[in-house]
């Protein structure tokens, strides 16, 4: 299995078999923001960040899989989208909300949702997005 891939290029598949970590490596050109590397990679470092998969278990016992980032951050992923449930600083758009809706719905998963990083174990339970406001304070979107 490769040590280092392109974050776009990781699965769940790859984050379920092992763990992975952000890449930060200024003098060969790696940006923590697009690889990722495993244990087994010369360039490892206990000091990492981990980019963990994650399981998510819906109000109505339906489960599905994605990412964890480490520091607040879960992501339902799919063949072709990662759906964010945590926005950082930035209020999300309508546009996003709505897609994140219509995901939820199209797939029959109702909130709220437990979200479980499988290798550090951290639980976070979102019933709707979550955002920090001006004053650095968690605001949730319902959906």
Same mark, same amino acid.
């Given at each position: 299995?490769? !040590?280092? $891939?392109?974050? &776009?290029?990781?699965?769940?598949?790859?984050?379920?078999?092992?763990?992975?970590?952000?890449?930060?490596?200024?003098?060969? *050109?790696?940006?923590?923001?697009?690889?990722? #590397?495993?244990?087994?990679h010369p360039s490892f470092s206990e000091d990492m960040i981990e980019l963990e998969f994650a399981e998510f278990t819906f109000a109505n016992g339906k489960v599905a899989y994605g990412i964890y980032d480490g520091f607040e951050?879960?992501? #339902?992923?799919?063949?072709?989208?990662?759906?964010?449930?945590?926005? *950082?600083?930035?209020?999300?758009?309508? &546009?996003?909300?709505?897609?994140?809706?219509?995901?939820?719905?199209?797939?029959?998963?109702?909130?709220?949702? @437990?979200? $479980?990083?499988?290798? !550090? *174990?951290?639980? $976070? &339970?979102? $019933?709707? @997005?979550?955002?920090?406001?001006?004053? *650095? @304070?968690?605001?949730? @979107?319902?959906?």
């Amino acid at each position: 299995m490769d !040590t280092i $891939k392109r974050i &776009e290029d990781i699965t769940t598949d790859d984050l379920a078999q092992q763990r992975w970590f952000l890449l930060q490596d200024e003098e060969v *050109g790696f940006d923590a923001f697009e690889y990722v #590397i495993t244990e087994a990679h010369p360039s490892f470092s206990e000091d990492m960040i981990e980019l963990e998969f994650a399981e998510f278990t819906f109000a109505n016992g339906k489960v599905a899989y994605g990412i964890y980032d480490g520091f607040e951050a879960f992501n #339902i992923m799919t063949p072709d989208n990662w759906y964010a449930l945590w926005y *950082g600083a930035d209020m999300p758009e309508a &546009e996003e909300l709505l897609r994140l809706k219509n995901f939820l719905v199209k797939s029959g998963y109702e909130l709220p949702v @437990v979200a $479980k990083s499988k290798w !550090t *174990g951290v639980i $976070k &339970e979102y $019933k709707g @997005v979550q955002f920090l406001d001006e004053s *650095g @304070v968690i605001q949730e @979107v319902s959906l």
